[in-house]
């Protein structure tokens, strides 16, 4: 059904970093979502209504709003793809996220109202009855839902859509709330025991943490994410693949909704390359890499010593040491600055976020004494100038 759906549509289909592309799946998850939330709605609050059951009406308005998130789903991916302007010149992709964002909060408020009508019902319990025939409905429900969550998580993934894949756990949590009805429906009316209310609380409690992860997922390309694993070594790979690079660092990627990021990376050539030569490279990368990848990428050149073999020796040196006291530490823009008897050792040092002001001061330490008790080069004293950097890629 979701390949049917996908073909028949959206317009070509699998050029997935289109924009127009992403608009059209962005489009089709809404209409998918607004016909199937509203058909459930209904069907959940007349059974409710018979019922007089406030965990199946609770259920049903958390349909409702999940067909309202559509809406604004909708309005969101539409307004985001519109292209970039003299007052936007990034485009306006963020505007997908808003929406998201706002649909999180709708989500939470309808869990907590149906909170405080869960608490009123403990306070004032009504008896509800069993009927086979709306019980396979809400059944039937759970299994649309299941349907709707695996829908969203397939086209999230094809078109890399935080959005979605929030949407696809948004339907899952669904899918528990209508279990938990499910349940209180069948211990009632075989056990004797009215659990309604406190099954309405369990759902409310799963509709608000659903609107908190949602809210979760959506702030957080709104206020900066890391660079995701897989995206740097595809960049750096390429970067890397072209003759007369050496190496890369200082990869930084600017989210600006999905399919509209900026990339910066620091790329080091051979000093000893004419520099226009070099440029003619980086210039030719820049072009290359951005139309594969799908993304804009600005290179900043750092000359790199190869032949010196002193240098050399002094930053493999280095490399076993950092090694040696944290795999996850690393160093770039290594280069020496001579005096008459003493030498400058600059670099920056790239340590993780978790590390304490006292940490980074005890690992300089270690690192100037270590430097300067090489005994390759006798008579040399090497002092260490350190910057120090952060990782921006993620777990």
């Not at 620091?266 to 139309?291: G, L, N, Q």
């Not at 100037?368 to 100038?385: F, L, N, R, S």
């Amino acid at each position: 059904m979701t390949e049917f759906l996908v073909r028949r549509f959206v317009k070509d289909y699998t050029q997935t970093d289109n924009i127009r592309v992403r608009t059209d799946y962005g489009i089709l998850s809404s209409f998918v979502g607004i016909f199937c939330n509203v058909l459930l709605f209904a069907a959940k609050f007349l059974i409710g209504f018979v019922m007089g059951s406030i965990a199946v009406m609770a259920d049903a308005f958390n349909n409702l709003s999940d067909a309202a998130s559509s809406i604004i789903s909708y309005i969101g991916v539409r307004m985001a793809g519109k292209p970039a302007d003299k007052d936007h010149p990034f485009g306006h992709g963020r505007i997908e996220y808003i929406a998201a964002l706002i649909v999180a909060f709708l989500v939470i408020e309808v869990g907590f109202s149906f909170f405080r009508s869960g608490i009123d019902k403990i306070r004032n319990p009504e008896d509800i009855s069993f009927d086979l025939i709306p019980f396979l409905i809400l059944l039937l429900s759970i299994g649309v839902k299941l349907w709707m969550a695996a829908f969203n998580k397939k086209l999230g993934k094809r078109i890399d859509s935080k959005v979605m894949l929030a949407t696809a756990a948004d339907s899952m949590g669904d899918v528990i709330t209508t279990s938990a009805t499910v349940l209180s429906i069948l211990i009632c009316a075989f056990a004797g025991v009215n659990i309604d209310a406190f099954a309405g609380i369990a759902v409310s409690l799963v509709v608000m943490w659903s609107g908190v992860s949602i809210a979760k997922d959506t702030l957080a390309p709104l206020i900066g994410e890391p660079v995701d694993p897989q995206l740097y070594q595809d960049i750096t790979a390429c970067v890397e693949s072209y003759d007369g690079v050496l190496g890369t660092h200082d990869l930084i990627v600017h989210n600006y909704g999905p399919g509209r990021s900026m990339a910066s990376i620091h790329a080091e050539v051979p000093r000893d390359v004419d520099i226009e030569t070099s440029h003619e490279v980086i210039d030719r990368i820049e072009r290359e890499v951005s139309k594969k990848l799908g993304i804009f990428l600005v290179i900043h050149m750092d000359p790199a010593e190869v032949n010196n073999q002193e240098i050399i020796y002094l930053k493999d040196r280095l490399h076993v040491l950092l090694s040696d006291l944290d795999s996850k530490l690393s160093f770039h823009d290594f280069r020496m600055v001579n005096g008459k008897d003493s030498a400058n050792l600059i670099f920056d040092l790239v340590v993780p976020f978790d590390y304490e002001k006292k940490d980074i001061d005890n690992l300089k330490n270690r690192i100037a004494e270590d430097m300067e008790k090489q005994t390759k080069y006798p008579g040399k004293k090497y002092h260490c100038v350190m910057t120090i950097d952060r990782n921006f890629i993620g777990e």
